[in-house]
Nanobody
Framework: QVQLVESGGGLVQAGGSLRLSCAAS????????MGWFRQAPGKERDGVAA????????YYADSVKGRFTISRDNAKNTVYLQMNSLKPEDTAVYYC???????????????????WGQGTQVTVSS
């Protein structure tokens, strides 16, 4: 497993932007599929975006397509989530997750991932 630490959350007005970062420990970051998930109070944890080991394949939830962008810098052991045009319904705790895998297609199911960060709060005010 890998240790993950998220940062970049905060309070933003609707229409604003935030960039989340997830720093990973270890020397094999480039072999991990990385995902971003979010969980609002009283709701299940849902997949937001995911990226395969090379960055060549990504997944986005329909609710964030065209607004969020996932990327990774394997030299810095970091994955990012650029969030633009934020809406109040994007308010949630955002989690970074990882799994060692060479799969081409990143997964959106949280149960597939085996390493998780502690989460970072994103609050979008109307």
């Amino acid at each position: 497993q890998v240790q993950l630490v998220e940062s970049g959350g905060g309070l933003v007005q609707a229409g604003g932007s935030l960039r989340l970062s997830c720093a990973a420990s270890g020397r094999t970051f480039s072999t991990y599929v990385m995902g971003w998930f979010r969980q609002a109070p009283g709701k299940e944890r849902d997949g937001v975006a995911a990226i395969n080991w090379s960055g060549g394949s990504t997944y986005y939830a329909d609710s964030v397509k065209g607004r969020f962008t996932i990327s990774r810098d394997n030299a810095k052991n970091t994955v990012y989530l650029q969030m633009n045009s934020l809406k109040p319904e994007d308010t949630a705790v955002y989690y970074c997750a990882a799994r060692y895998s060479s799969t081409v297609y990143p997964k959106s199911d949280p149960s597939w991932y085996d390493s998780w960060g502690q989460g970072t709060q994103v609050t979008v005010s109307s």
